[in-house]
């Protein structure tokens, strides 16, 4: 097989490759899958992506499971490199976390076989020759970390030894912009160095990028970068590191969705729900949205929407009348940064929408991706991207009337440690910000009719992450804790206040096999099984949405109709089998209009990606 992949690369370059432009090559292999593009483009920056994996891994074969396992990644993830001008970039920062993964990986695999003794902490200053590859391996992670106008310009001139002439046609930026970019990064790199203990001098740091030169990549070792194009041919360990790559991807790119997961995955742990002792206790007997000590009688009626369906459409919002018909797009200015898969808000009256849009950055400490999005508001018939809110969140809900949002991101998402939620209140008028005073763990995911707000808290408890849902009031303190006893997250509330929708978690026994095989990929708990559930508010009790199919994977993305009398859903096909046959397995998205129960379900819409992880459809709304 490598004999024929040998002979399958040397035919694949074509006789234009060496002038052929990255974004053409890149545009090729996207639009018709070119084999010949995709081998121009492995040629070009195999050296590169194979010197960041050694750096990283520090193991030669490692590193070459790194190099295969990245540009299986690239074949499948290649439609969201945009510009083609990041190329180089992107797969640099894909290569670091292939290579961070596969570390990671070999190491927990070590260290449950062969006991670890105490290393002596690095003493602060100057590396001596010997840290040379530690600096170099540092590096790396650095620059995958930096922004992303700055990491293309080092990636460029540092790594690929491209002049700023060149570097500035590229990006498309005076050769000035390249060269404060460049003095930027370098400021930063070895300020985050210092950080780490290392603090290189400026001759240290400019040996360490020159360490970066390229690598020439064997024809044997090129030929596996060309099995990403023959999923049939990946070694067990191959696939199961792109496999994981690339839901990591996912996962951060679907932050809210993939919070919990996060959790799941070890990734955060949780606190547990702390009423403060000075909030009043809610009274049992009174009904549901209504303290005892507040005003009696019905929430004032929303305000009539146009009964319109917002939706995300890979990277597009979509307005659409209910049947899917009357499309209206949306798209940002960015075309690199895409809306959040987790779609956007359509105010009360329908005639506003509120979208996250995110820039993606690395975690610290992690290498993992993760998304940092903003706020923007934007009128339905308004041109442009709208206006900035300057707020970072993942999630927005709107006020009753219409006037304000309530905000939630993460500050804190290290490994281990506990996860810290913020919620925001912000006018979208004034964009005055006041502080929603919750527990650190509570996520805000819709907000009632009376001015109430339903959260999902979420900590780290025996076997699993532990989600809890709750109903919280304006000054922080809770007014009732909502499906007790159960793994429910993520609620949205019917217009009439008397039910909810909201996805209910269960985690599958494991056998001794089966967890070792899953700690050994990385893993700290087994991957929860998500269903779509309806809540009687009244009662507490819980029913699962009837006909959604077996193989379905679903977030968070559902809704009520305006009149409460159906809810919509998207979910995404899961197949069955081994990672390297899902990494370019056709895999459709679909959009749902049902009775709240799930029966009468019409299919409004259907979209197909490649690869089992490629969302089409995501968050829905309906005003």
């Known amino acids: 097989m490598m004999a024929k992949l040998n002979g399958l690369f040397r035919a694949l370059a074509p006789a234009d490759a060496p002038t052929a432009p990255d974004a053409e090559l890149l545009a090729r292999f996207v639009s018709d899958r070119c084999e010949a593009a995709f081998a121009e483009l492995a040629r070009r920056y195999g050296p590169m992506v194979l010197a960041a994996c050694r750096r990283v891994c520090g193991d030669a074969h490692l590193a070459e499971d790194a190099l295969q396992a990245a540009f299986v990644v690239f074949a499948a ?6 510009p083609a001008s990041a190329l180089p970039a992107w797969l640099h920062s894909v290569a670091t976390r292939t290579a961070l993964r596969a570390r990671t990986v070999a190491h927990r695999r070590s260290r ?5 003794e105490v290393l002596p902490e690095r003493a602060t200053g100057e590396p001596s020759a010997a840290d040379g590859a530690d600096l170099a391996r540092a590096v790396d992670e650095e620059i995958a970390k930096l922004p992303e106008a700055l990491r293309v310009a080092v990636v460029l001139c540092e790594l690929q030894g491209v002049s700023r002439k060149d570097a500035a046609a590229r990006m498309g930026v005076p050769e000035g912009t390249v060269s404060s970019r460049l003095a930027a990064a370098r400021k930063a790199l070895a300020e985050r160095l210092k950080n780490r203990g290392l603090a290189p001098s400026a001759a240290a740091l400019s040996a360490a990028l020159g360490a970066s030169a390229p690598a020439s990549v064997p024809p044997s070792l090129m030929a596996r970068a060309l099995a990403a194009l023959a999923p049939d041919t990946l070694p067990a360990a191959v696939a199961a590191l792109s496999s994981g790559v690339l839901r990591t991807m996912l996962l951060n790119k679907l932050k809210l969705a993939g919070l919990l997961v996060a959790l799941a995955l070890g990734v955060a742990a949780g606190v547990a729900l702390a009423v403060p002792p000075s909030a009043p206790k809610p009274d049992a007997t009174a009904p549901f949205l209504v303290r005892a000590d507040e005003p009696k009688g019905a929430p004032k009626a929303l305000p009539k929407g146009p009964n319109k369906m917002l939706f995300w459409n890979d990277g597009k919002l979509v307005l659409a009348d209910p049947d899917g018909k009357n499309q209206k797009e949306f798209s940002v200015k960015k075309p690199e940064n895409r809306y959040h898969p987790s779609g956007g808000r359509l105010s009360p009256d329908g005639t506003t929408i509120a979208v996250t849009v995110p820039e993606v950055t690395l975690n610290a400490g992690g290498g993992e991706q993760r998304a940092k999005a903003t706020v923007f508001v934007r009128k339905v018939g308004e041109e442009g991207e709208g206006t900035n809110l300057g707020i970072e969140s993942e999630i927005v809900a709107w006020s009753p009337d219409g006037t304000e949002l309530v905000c939630t991101t993460v500050v804190q998402d290290k490994r281990d440690a506990e996860p810290e939620m913020k919620s925001v209140i912000v006018n979208v008028n004034t964009k005055a910000q006041t502080a929603l005073k919750l527990p650190s763990n509570h996520v805000v995911t819709d907000w009632t009719r009376d001015g109430k707000f339903v959260t999902t808290s979420l900590s780290l408890k025996g076997a699993g992450p532990n989600a809890r849902l709750h109903l ?7 007014h009732k ?6 793994n429910a997250m993520f609620a949205r509330v019917s217009p009439d206040g008397t ?3 909201c996805v209910l978690l269960t985690f599958p026994k494991e056998t001794p096999e089966e967890k070792k095989k899953r700690e050994d990929a990385g893993a700290r ?3 929860p099984k998500h269903e779509l559930a309806l809540l009687d508010l009244a009662t507490g009790k819980l029913a699962n949405v009837q006909e959604v199919p077996l193989n379905a994977e679903l977030g968070e993305c559902f809704c009520w109709s305006p009149d409460g009398k159906q809810i919509a859903y998207t979910w995404r096909e899961k197949h069955e089998g081994k990672p390297e046959d899902l990494i370019n397995k056709e895999t459709e998205s679909h959009l749902i209009v049902c009775d709240p129960d799930g029966k009468n379900a019409k299919t409004v819409l259907s979209a197909k990606g490649r690869g089992q992880w490629h969302v089409m459809l995501g968050g829905v709304d309906w005003r």
């Open 77 to 82: 993830k290649a439609s969201t490199v945009k």
């Open 112 to 116: 449950r076989e062969t006991p670890v």
């Open 472 to 478: 919280m009031n304006r000054d922080g303190s809770e």
């Open 481 to 486: 804790a909502l499906a007790k006893d159960t």
């Open 499 to 501: 039910k909810a929708l």
């Open 525 to 527: 708990f087994p991957s």
